[in-house]
Antibody, heavy 114, light 106 residues
């Protein structure tokens, strides 16, 4: 089982980034998926959930209206489109199942700074 | 917004029992999950659905829930159990992690 995030990097405040999460080794299309982040030295923050067929989507208050979660089951991939980025969005971003079958990626660092 | 409250830190000596609590108004209706995170690593699930232990997690880890409080218990803590622990559960419109508890075993 592997989840591999990509797409992180340095972006200016107000900018956008699209994170990807490539899944392998399990039946991706059967699992709801989540994005979780962790700011430097801080705790875990749940950001967003998408159901296995994309019919259910939810967001945390801090990213609602700015971030969009999506998935492509044919490509075994999860995405997070992040717009209007702020300094406080600086964090390591993880994709994860957050279920009894618990799979996490290694994280990708997003730094929002001018 | 919904919150889960954990103590910032818990300290025990090796072999003692560590208990980490998680308080939240929706816990009577929503399951609690517990994650262990060691420095520089991704979190690992140690308890799901209040009381269930994933395969590969040592038997010294157990969970319980009563009313608005869930509890992670480590019976006979080992030095290698030193880590940050987070509870995770759902609210009315999404999910939330607790603020985390730093467990020190020394």
């Amino acid at each position: 089982v592997e989840l591999v995030e990509s797409g992180g990097g340095l972006v200016q405040p107000g900018g956008s980034l699209r994170l990807s999460c490539a899944a392998s080794g399990f039946t991706f299309s059967s699992f709801g998926m989540n994005w979780v982040r962790q700011a430097p030295g801080k705790g875990l923050e749940w950001l967003s959930y998408i159901g296995s067929r994309s019919s259910t989507i939810s967001y945390g208050d801090s990213v609602k209206g700015r971030f969009t979660i999506s998935r492509d089951n044919a490509r075994n991939s999860l995405y997070l489109q992040m717009n209007s980025l702020r300094a406080e969005d600086t964090a390591v971003y993880y994709c994860a199942t957050l279920a009894s079958d618990d799979y996490w990626g290694q994280g990708t660092l997003v730094t929002v700074s001018s | 917004s919904y919150e889960l409250t954990q103590p910032p830190s818990v300290s025990v000596s090796p072999g003692q029992t560590a208990r980490i609590t998680c308080s939240g108004d929706a816990l009577p209706k929503k399951y609690a999950f517990w994650y262990q995170q060691k420095s520089g690593q991704a979190p690992v699930l140690v308890i799901y659905e209040d009381t269930k232990r994933p395969s590969g997690i040592p038997g010294r880890f157990s969970g319980s829930s009563s009313g608005t409080m869930a509890t992670l218990t480590i019976t006979g803590a080992h030095v290698e159990d030193e880590a940050d622990y987070y509870c995770f559960s759902g609210g009315s419109s999404g999910w939330v992690f607790g603020g985390g508890t730093k467990l020190t075993v020394l």
